[in-house]
């Protein structure tokens, strides 16, 4: 089920490819756009049984830095690119025969997607789009210390997900050159751990507010 969705997002993210282009193309077809971005994880936490006692896993919200890409063909509808990392709190919890340890740490989480974008208002200065992706992330290692000479490594494969965002545009400028961009989106995404530990549907909210510069 999981790869009939991820096929059905490709074909809604490229369809417009397909698309004849509007007579009334936009006055600046490349955007490059740098944001501050926040991610907010709703999914559940990992567990895995460790031989000092039951271990739990959980990420809550950070935020950090992206940068996009993005190519209008036609006055509605663009393709584009995405470059996102972030520092998510992470916290470990063991509990074992002598009571629970908790330790903190941060993970470096990194998103790359590509995806199709259609502009459902278009006004003089204000643009309202709803975006459609293919986001591959990485978690970092995490490293916890658990006593005076025990410690647990947590190591995550890449993961393929699709976002779905909604998001707008605010020309600035006498040349409507220069604009504020904003979007709110929601990632479908796991870490896959390979260190004894169940997944995680992290599954976090987006958030991207920037600044960018059309060509």
Sequence with gaps: MRYRRLALV???SFAGTALPASADPPGSRWIVTASAVGLSPSGDEARGTLPEGDGRFDLSAGNGFGLALDYRF???WGIGVTVRAANLDSRFRLSGPEGTLVADDS???ELFGIG???RVLVKER???YVEGAIVMSKGADQIFTTGP???VKLTFDDDIGYELTVGTDIRLGASERWLLRGGLGYLVTILET????GDVDLDPWTLRIGVGYGF
């Design 10 to 12: 490709i074909a809604l």
């Design 116 to 118: 199709g974008s259609y």
């Design 126 to 128: 204000f643009d309202l």
């Design 149 to 151: 000479e025990g410690r």
């Design 194 to 197: 390979d260190s004894g530990f």
């Design 74 to 76: 036609a006055k509605r």
């Design 107 to 109: 993970m470096r989480f």
